[in-house]
């Protein structure tokens, strides 16, 4: 189905890992510590972003003086500690196993790099992709279209021949960014 593209580029979390309720959970724990809750949909409409990025919508909403660094390390800290034993591969797996050695293959995420290595190395998947790109990786981070420019140069591909999928709509703006189809896992 995928054949006509040269490349092929995935978002992690929500896309081929199931890793958004341990996200959640994680910032209701972190914040809880604080008297903070989060309005969840508001939180979904940055997925794709960096943790800092949504520590800062958050600590607006709450008109909290917190340094959004140091809460998203605390909840990067908190998801590390319940990710490994909570994360399951999503059904956009077998894409993945499918063109494993008959296409490049990058991951493009808003997680940290370290944590997408992780990750992938604990469910067997990281031999599949060429490159991972993570958002230490990049200074412009989604909507723009930065990290999936850099997949398409790590994996050799023109960015106007790869395919990205995509389970949020930052994500999927990226990707038109960079002139890349893009395939919107929601509507899978």
Same mark, same amino acid.
């Given at each position: 189905m995928y054949d006509r593209y040269q490349g092929l580029i995935f978002d992690m979390d929500g896309t081929i890992l199931d890793t958004e309720p341990t996200h959640r959970q994680a910032w209701r724990d972190v914040l809880g510590r604080y008297g903070m809750a989060? #309005?969840? !949909? @508001?939180v979904v409409a940055l997925n794709g972003s960096p943790s800092w990025r949504i520590a800062e919508a958050i600590l607006a909403a709450q008109q909290a003086d917190l340094d959004p660094y140091q809460l998203a390390a605390e909840k990067t800290r908190?998801?590390?500690?319940?990710?490994?034993? !909570?994360v399951r591969p999503l059904p956009l797996v077998e894409v993945v196993k499918s063109y494993h050695g008959r296409r490049p293959m @990058?991951? *493009?995420? *808003?997680s940290e790099? =370290?944590?997408a290595e992780r990750l992938l190395r604990h469910l067997g998947l990281y031999q599949?992709? #060429? /490159?991972? $790109?993570?958002? #230490? #990786? $990049?200074? =412009?981070?989604?909507p723009e279209p930065d990290t999936? +420019?850099?997949? @398409?140069? +790590?994996? *050799?591909? /023109?960015?106007?021949?790869?395919?990205?999928f995509e389970d949020a709509d930052f994500g999927i703006q990226a990707a038109r960014s960079a002139n890349m189809?893009?395939?919107?896992? =929601?509507?899978?």
């Open positions: 989060f #309005d969840e !949909s @508001a908190a998801v590390e500690a319940m990710l490994l034993d !909570s @990058a991951v *493009g995420t *808003g790099h =370290r944590m599949c992709f #060429d /490159a991972i $790109v993570g958002a #230490d #990786d $990049v200074q =412009r981070h989604k999936f +420019l850099r997949c @398409a140069e +790590l994996i *050799g591909v /023109a960015p106007e021949q790869c395919v990205v189809a893009v395939v919107d896992v =929601r509507t899978l």
